[in-house]
């Protein structure tokens, strides 16, 4: 597997909730650090889904990503190494977490904080992944000015494209902006039930769309990907060879293939909704 020559940034957004995102960060970057990446995950949703997938403590005293956005912590403060997986770090979301989206407003440089603190942060990595909230605040306009890729997981359902337009519009906002290396890098079809056809007609619509920026793979709806999480584990622990682990680690490889070499053409935006 290629590993990259600089620290890639990949931002998983999308407003909608329970899409795969947290799901997909997560698994995305086990697989990443099975291929033999060192990998950061940065838990950006107060819910922090994705720092219980990956077996990481965060109740209300931990140090999380919220010290670091409001209180300038150093990143290397609160990054914890993920148990059972070499190469994989977590830098976890604690509930204050969701003060941050009001406190932030306050703060000088509050869009870059976390670009900021990942710029200062030492440890050589292949990727961080930012796993983002729900919705299109703060805490996502930090993700995206800290990174170069967008990831969009869509989910294989009804109404599968409402809302993308306004992602499409705040990526091109944040690129003209703030962060001028800023493009949708990878679309990832999640959930996909192949039996069903409104599946394969949502997927055509989005790779009719999108074009090459969908990967290849998509992932399949599968009971073993839901169940990882109450185990604190991703899939690729909790079920190896399991369709949902052998898929996430497929999408990995394909990821780390393309590089960065996909260009964003912001001329999606406009037939969205
Ligand atoms: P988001 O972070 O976008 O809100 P999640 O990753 O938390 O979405 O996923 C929403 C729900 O769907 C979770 O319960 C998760 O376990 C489940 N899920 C995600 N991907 C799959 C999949 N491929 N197969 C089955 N269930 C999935
Ligand atoms: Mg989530």
């Known amino acids: 597997m290629p590993r990259p020559e600089q620290t890639r940034v990949i931002v998983v957004a ?31 949703d107060p819910q922090g889904n994705a720092s219980t997938a990956l077996g990481i403590d965060h109740h209300a005293e ?9 209180d300038s912590k150093p990143l290397s403060d609160v990054v914890q190494p993920v148990p059972d997986v070499e190469g994989l770090f977590c830098a976890p979301a604690t509930i204050d977490l ?22 200062a942060y030492e440890q ?6 930012i796993d983002c909230p729900p919705s299109l605040g703060l805490l996502t306009v930090n993700a995206l000015v800290a990174g170069a890729e967008v990831l969009i997981p869509i989910q294989c359902e009804y109404y599968a494209l409402e809302g993308l337009g306004q992602l499409l519009r705040n990526v091109d906002l ?30 055509d619509e989005v790779r009719s769309h999108f074009g090459s920026e969908v990967l290849r793979t998509s992932i399949p709806r599968s009971v073993r990907i839901s169940e990882a999480p109450s185990y604190g584990q991703t899939v690729l622990t909790y ?15 394909e990821i780390a293939l393309r590089g960065v070499s996909v260009h964003y053409n912001s001329q999606h935006a406009h037939a969205l909704p």
């Not at 050589?124 to 992944?129: E, G, K, S, T, V």
């Not at 190896?240 to 999408?251: D, I, N, Q, T, V």
């Open 174 to 203: 944040v690129r003209g902006h703030l962060n001028p290396k800023l493009h949708v890098s990878t679309i990832l079809l999640t959930m996909y039930d192949g039996r069903t056809r409104l599946a394969s007609q949502v997927a």
């Open 239 to 253: 079920d190896p060879g399991s369709s949902g682990a052998l898929s996430y680690l497929e999408a990995a490889r």
């Open 62 to 70: 931990v140090p999380s990503i919220y010290d670091v956005l409001v």
């Open 98 to 119: 969701a003060g941050a989206e009001i406190e932030l407003v306050s703060l000088v440089a509050r869009e870059s904080r976390l670009e900021r603190a990942i710029q």
């Open 124 to 129: 050589p990595l292949d990727y961080i992944l």
């Open 14 to 44: 999308n407003q909608k909730g329970g899409v795969g995102k947290t799901t997909t960060t997560v698994n995305l970057a086990a697989s990443l650090a099975l291929h033999g990446g060192r990998v950061l995950v940065i838990d950006l």
